[in-house]
């Protein structure tokens, strides 16, 4: 539990109290950042057809000592109540092309975070904003323990429009510092209001490229039509397709000589359309599955290219996708890594007066290629990879770098996780081996 002060306690011991609890919460809202994070894309990757960038993650906040005092001030706690009763403890944020996209990814992430119990709470600001500002906000209290640092921090989703998120940060910015004169309030009010406008017009046009066509069936040997590209899309997936696959389709097939029979053989092969899927959810990582527009289009380059071609290109798609999470989860993972070697020596100290130095170490090797898992599971790190890869990261040469790579070696041998010795086994699991033997 967090360390709490009363009003009997010297402002000396009042001060290290709050920094000890500050710490602990900080450390403990790092490992949410890491798990939220990785939910959130997870939930982005299910919006929809990829061709339409429908949301991104934002980097992340962990709420600061001075906000945290301001808050507790405000509502009379003190400052260790503040820590676990403020909302948006730990912020992220998500921007979306417009407000279909954003009520979409509101539903999603609750989902994702109802599944694993998680008590969502849902606030609406878009039709009934608050001084102008508008957004989805999802709100819940996540519990987590770590080694004996255990405590109840509580979330806070920011979910905007492109347009809202840049009222936002003009409103922030530019004008929201200080007092804010009521004319001046008024005036970004309004504005507000016109980014809303402006949101439902883009909805609108959003509305009518991805309206549902419908097609009828074409005759044997046909070219390729709206209707016909309807129809087909309709047979193989039990759904009419958007309206701007349709109109894409057609662009694609242009000047080629595919006809109606030959689509239709490609998107009645069950057998290849499971091997499409299959190569981008390998290539993904994800366990994600295509959705019928990513089949439909790869089926498309199958009838232009041929089947080598599509299944590439359902392998390159899903590999695309895992490089950009993959490099969100390397970039919120080594955001918190030490820029030098010995303040990575006194974080580790640190570490292991709390008991569990392993995690940051294990989250890091990953993020800097450094990691591996024994078949047993046990996470394991190269120390040498790790050397070389903070070296790397920071430049350091001569003298510097060899004290680093030294003093990195000798931090991870002394930390209590299991290193690699080129097996690929932990101890336990190379001495069984070599028992057996």
């Given amino acids: 539990m967090p360390l709490r002060s009363d009003d009997k306690t010297s402002p000396e011991q009042k001060a290290l109290d709050e920094t000890r609890a500050y710490e602990q919460a900080e450390a403990l809202a790092k490992h949410i950042v890491a798990d939220i994070s990785q939910r959130i894309e997870s939930a982005l990757a299910k919006l929809g057809d990829p061709h339409l960038i429908r949301g991104k993650l934002a980097p992340h906040r962990i709420k600061k000592p001075e906000s945290l005092r301001r808050k507790a001030a405000e509502f009379g706690w003190t400052f260790t109540d503040a820590l676990t009763n403020a909302r948006d403890m730990v912020g992220f944020r998500v921007v979306c092309n417009n407000l279909q996209d954003v009520r979409r990814a509101a539903e999603l992430l609750t989902k994702e975070l109802r599944d694993i119990c998680l008590n969502v709470n849902i606030v609406d600001l878009i039709e009934r904003p608050r001084d102008g500002y508008r957004a989805v906000h999802l709100w819940f209290p996540f519990p987590i323990q770590v080694a004996a640092a255990k405590m109840t921090l509580h979330c806070e989703i920011q979910i905007r429009s492109l347009l809202q998120d840049t009222w936002a940060e003009l409103s922030r910015v530019d004008f929201y510092r200080g007092n804010v004169p009521p004319a001046l309030k008024t005036s970004m009010e309004k504005l507000s209001d016109k980014f809303y406008e402006a949101d439902k017009a883009a909805d609108k046009l959003r509305s009518r490229i991805t309206k549902p066509r419908r097609g009828s069936k074409p005759a044997a040997g046909t070219i390729i039509n709206e209707s016909a590209i309807a129809f087909l899309f309709r047979s193989a997936f039990g759904e009419d397709p958007p309206d701007y696959l349709v109109q894409s389709t057609l662009r694609e097939l242009e000047g080629t000589p595919i006809r109606t029979d030959g689509l239709a053989a490609v998107l009645e092969d069950m057998n290849f359309l499971i091997r499409l899927e299959y190569e981008y959810s390998e290539a993904n990582r994800l366990e994600i ?149």
């Fill in 289 to 437: 599955n295509a959705n019928p527009v990513q089949l439909f289009r790869w089926a498309v380059e199958a009838a232009i290219n041929g089947r080598e071609a599509a299944l590439r290109e359902a392998k390159r798609s899903g590999r695309a996708d895992w490089q950009e999470t993959d490099a969100i989860y390397r970039r919120e993972a080594l955001a918190d890594l030490p820029k030098d070697v010995d303040e990575l020596g006194s974080y580790m100290h640190d570490a292991l007066d709390d008991g569990d130095p392993s995690y940051d170490l294990g989250m890091w090797a990953d993020a800097l290629d450094a990691g591996s898992s024994c078949v047993c599971g046990t996470k394991l790190v190269d120390e040498d990879a790790f050397a070389d890869a903070f070296i790397k990261r920071n430049r350091l040469k001569g003298k510097n770098a060899e004290r680093a790579r030294k003093k990195i070696i000798s931090l991870i041998a002394n930390s209590g996780i299991e290193t690699s010795d080129g097996s690929g086994l932990c101890s336990h699991c190379s001495y069984m081996m070599n028992k057996d033997d």
